[in-house]
T-cell receptor, first 114, second 115 residues
Framework: DQQVKQNSPSLSVQEGRISILNCDYT??????FLWYKKYPAEGPTFLIS?????DKNEDGRFTVFLNKSAKHLSLHIVPSQPGDSAVYFC?????????????FGTGTRLQVTL | NAGVTQTPKFQVLKTGQSMTLQCAQD?????MYWYRQDPGMGLRLIYY???????DKGEVPNGYNVSRLNKREFSLRLESAAPSQTSVYFC??????????????FGAGSRLTVL
C-alpha cells in the first residue's frame, strides 16, 4: 500500500526553465510534507517542507504547493540549474509519536540539460 | 560537524552470514532511523528509535534487529543475510517536531551485497 506516490520516475528539463515534480498521497492524516534531494553515493538531504495548513511555501528557487482536496503536492524549481540534477523524494508524516515517522515516495530523477 | 556517520560504506556477504551496520550521530538528536533504498521502491523504514531505550518496527523489519546503544548510536544487525537484503541502507536522526516537520538528517549510506 503505497501511501506516497511519485508517478514520474524521471524528468528532463532545460537549464533556466521550470522543473515541476509531482507527488500524490492517500493518507488524509498526514500533517507535514517534505522534499528531499539525493545525489549519487550520498544520503538524501532536506530541501523544503510544508504544513497541511498552508498551500504554498517558498525558499529561494524552490516552491512547494499543496492541494489538500486533491491530495497532491508539487515542487517547483525556477530557474533550473545543472546542479539540480538529482533524485527527488517526496515524504509525508503526521504529528507526534509513531505518526511522526516519514513515509517516502519512490523518487523522481531530474536531469537538467544545458 | 560530522552529522550522521555510517560504517561500513560497502560490504559483500555470503548468504547466511551475519553483520552489523553501525550508525552514530553527533547532533544530540533523540530519534534515529534505519531505511533501505531499493530501485523503484523509494526509501522504506526498517526500524526506528524514538528515544534512547526504545525501538519500534517500521515497514520492513523482517530479517533485521536493532540496538539503540546510547543516545548517539543505533546499530542494525542482519543475523542471517539473504540476497533479498541486498540494498543501500541509510541511517538518519531527527530532533523531533518542536514546531513543525520532522526533518531527518541522513548518513551517506551503506551499500550491502548478499551473494
Amino acid at each position: 500500500d503505497q501511501q506516497v506516490k511519485q508517478n514520474s520516475p524521471s524528468l528532463s528539463v532545460q537549464e533556466g526553465r521550470i522543473s515541476i515534480l509531482n507527488c500524490d498521497y492517500t493518507n488524509s492524516m498526514f500533517d507535514y510534507f517534505l522534499w528531499y534531494k539525493k545525489y549519487p553515493a550520498e544520503g538524501p538531504t532536506f530541501l523544503i517542507s510544508i504544513s497541511s495548513i498552508k498551500d504554498k511555501n517558498e525558499d529561494g528557487r524552490f516552491t512547494v504547493f499543496l492541494n489538500k482536496s486533491a491530495k497532491h503536492l508539487s515542487l517547483h524549481i525556477v530557474p533550473s540549474q545543472p546542479g539540480d540534477s538529482a533524485v527527488y523524494f517526496c515524504a509525508a508524516s503526521g504529528v507526534g509519536g509513531t505518526a511522526s515517522k516519514l513515509t517516502f515516495g519512490t523518487g523522481t530523477r531530474l536531469q537538467v540539460t544545458l | 560537524n560530522a552529522g550522521v556517520t555510517q560504517t561500513p560504506k560497502f560490504q559483500v556477504l555470503k548468504t547466511g552470514q551475519s553483520m552489523t551496520l553501525q550508525c552514530a550521530q553527533d547532533m544530540n538528536h533523540n530519534s534515529m532511523y534505519w531505511y533501505r533504498q531499493d530501485p523503484g521502491m523509494g526509501l522504506r523504514l526498517i526500524y526506528y528509535s524514538a528515544s534512547e531505550g526504545t525501538t519500534d518496527k517500521g515497514e520492513v523489519p523482517n530479517g533485521y534487529n536493532v540496538s539503540r546503544l546510547n543516545k548517539r548510536e543505533f546499530s542494525l544487525r542482519l543475523e542471517s543475510a539473504a540476497p533479498s537484503q541486498t540494498s543501500v541502507y541509510f541511517c538518519a536522526s531527527s530532533g523531533g517536531q518542536p514546531s513543525g516537520a520532522n526533518v531527518l538528517t541522513f548518513g551517506a549510506g551503506s551499500r550491502l551485497t548478499v551473494l
